[in-house]
């Protein structure tokens, strides 16, 4: 049972334009929404949360957008920079203990 | 540097072995949590700690795991009799208060390879 999905896979993007990256999720129990970036061999880097009294939350390149009736969310970055290649987890929460992940998309940004 | 630290990084074990892992988390925070990774997905939830106390385990978190956090500062985390199923990417994350909006920080993983 994914309750957190991110359908893409993969996402190739240019340097200096817009990368959208979508997270659909199920479970209306959810409150709070993390985007994560990861490297390999590292372990996920925290980028920007959003919870659901908000629709939008930015910090600098990196906004995300919550829609609540349709349980989804994106995280759009602009301009994309090269080393914004990572593989990025949508991640969400019914309560501080513990966070439901997606599967990751892998942003590959094209100089 | 003030960031969670997991020991070892990679670990290498036979079928039928004990492996145990350590987290040390961001100074003060004080809740612990360990979730692991496997290839192609997101990390999953295993167990977490509020202080010492261990309120919530998965259910993957069969018999042969046991995590620890004595003092409420560092962890360990057990796996008995290892198995190849057991393979992965074993993450640890701590946040300051378990407030809602707590974000949780990750260390980088132990990845372990079961053979």
């Known amino acids: 049972d994914q309750q957190v999905k991110q359908n893409s896979p993969s996402l190739s993007v240019q340097e200096g334009r817009i990368s959208i990256l979508n997270c659909d999720y199920t479970?209306?129990?959810?409150?709070?929404f993390l985007w994560y970036k990861k490297y390999p061999a590292e372990g996920p880097t925290f980028l920007i949360s959003?919870?659901?009294?908000?629709d939008k939350n930015e910090d600098g390149r990196f906004t995300v957008f919550l829609n609540k009736s349709a349980k989804h969310l994106s995280l759009h970055i602009v301009p994309s920079q090269p080393g914004d290649s990572a593989v990025y987890f949508c991640?969400?929460?019914?309560?501080?203990?513990?966070?439901?992940f997606g599967t990751g998309t892998r942003l590959t940004i094209i100089p | 540097d003030t960031g969670v630290s997991q020991d070892p990084r990679h670990k290498i074990t036979k079928r039928g072995q004990n492996v145990t892992f350590r987290c040390d988390p961001i100074?003060?925070?004080?809740?612990l949590y360990w979730y692991r990774q496997t290839l192609g997905q997101g990390p999953e939830f295993l167990t977490y700690?509020?202080?010492?106390?261990?309120?919530?385990k998965s259910r993957l978190l069969s018999d042969r795991f046991s995590a620890e956090r004595p003092k409420g500062s560092f962890s360990t985390l057990e796996i008995q009799r290892t198995e190849q199923g057991d393979s992965a990417m074993y993450l640890c994350a701590s946040s300051p208060r378990g407030d809602f909006t707590d974000t949780q920080y990750f260390g980088p993983g132990t990845r372990l390879t079961v053979l």
């Open positions: 959003i919870s659901s009294i908000k």
């Open positions: 100074s003060e925070h004080n809740r």
């Open positions: 991640a969400a929460s019914a309560s501080p203990e513990k966070l439901t």
């Open positions: 700690f509020q202080n010492e106390a261990q309120l919530e």
């Open positions: 479970n209306s129990m959810f409150d709070y």
